[in-house]
C-alpha cells in the first residue's frame, strides 16, 4: 500500500488501481484533487482542517459513485440528498470502501479545553496497517504497523504523544497534523519523539506531495 501525505491531516491511501483519501480539510491546499483522485472518502470528524464540507459536498454531486465515510455529525448533512453516497460508521464498526478494509476506532475528539465542548472523533484502521487517529490520543484494539501521529495542535502534548506512542507500539510512525509547526518545531518533534529519548520509533517526516510504501 502506498501512502502519499498531503499538507496537515490528509493522506491519500493506494493498492493497485484502489485510492482513498482521510481528512481532506481547509489547511489541505490540494484536497480538491485529492478527493477527485479518490473512490472513498473517510473523515475523522467535523473540525475544519479535516473536513472541507464544500469540497466533499461538490465531489459528491459530481460523482455519484463516490462514498463517504464519517461521524454522524458530518455525514447526516448529507443523508437526504445523497442517500447510499454517504455512511455514518461508529466505534466497532467494519466494511469495506474502494477495496480496503476499514476497521473505526475511539470515540471523542481529545480535549482543548473545558469550555470547548468535545465533538465525535473516530479512528480508522485501514487493511489492518495503518491507523489514522483524527485528533485523539486513542489506542486502538488492534496492532498497528503505521501510526500516524498529530504532530501540534491545541489539544496535542509532547509527553502525552510520547506515551501514546509507547501505548500504541507501531513498528513505524509519520508524522501529520503538523501545520502549525515550522520546519525548526518539526524537527525538533522528531528528535523528542525517537530512539534514545522518548520513544522507541524514530518519527519520520514525510513532505506534502511525497509518498511512501507501508
Known amino acids: 500500500m ?17 485510492r482513498m483519501v482521510v481528512d481532506p480539510g481547509a489547511f489541505t491546499p490540494d484536497a480538491a484533487q485529492a478527493v477527485a483522485g479518490a473512490a472513498a472518502v473517510l473523515i475523522t470528524h467535523e473540525h475544519f482542517d479535516h473536513f472541507d464540507e464544500e469540497v466533499i459536498g461538490a465531489a459528491l454531486e459530481a460523482r455519484p459513485e463516490l462514498r463517504v465515510y ?20 461508529a466505534a466497532g464498526d467494519a466494511f469495506t470502501a474502494a477495496g480496503f478494509d ?3 476506532h475511539g470515540d471523542l475528539h481529545a480535549a482543548i479545553h473545558r469550555d470547548i465542548p468535545r465533538v465525535a472523533n473516530l ?12 485528533d485523539a490520543y486513542h489506542v486502538p484494539e488492534a496492532p498497528v504497523g503505521t501510526l500516524l501521529l498529530p ?3 491545541p489539544w496535542t502534548r509532547t509527553g502525552e504523544a510520547a506515551d501514546y506512542v509507547r501505548a500504541v507500539a507501531p513498528g513505524r510512525l509519520v508524522q501529520i497534523h503538523e ?36
Do not use: F, N
Open 2 to 18: 502506498r501512502l502519499t501525505k498531503h499538507a496537515h491531516a490528509c493522506v491519500t491511501l493506494t493498492k493497485d488501481d484502489a
Open 70 to 89: 464519517g461521524p454522524a455529525a458530518v455525514v447526516e448533512r448529507w443523508t437526504a440528498a445523497r442517500r447510499g453516497q454517504v455512511t455514518a460508521v
Open 102 to 104: 476499514v476497521t473505526v
Open 123 to 134: 479512528g480508522y484502521l485501514v487493511d489492518g496497517r495503518v491507523y489514522h487517529p483524527g
Open 151 to 153: 504532530a501540534a495542535g
Open 179 to 214: 501545520a502549525m509547526l515550522s520546519e525548526i518545531g518539526q524537527q525538533s518533534m522528531a528528535r523528542i519523539l525517537s530512539p534514545g529519548m522518548l520513544t522507541d520509533v524514530p518519527l519520520e517526516i514525510v513532505p506534502p506531495g511525497d509518498s511512501i510504501e507501508v
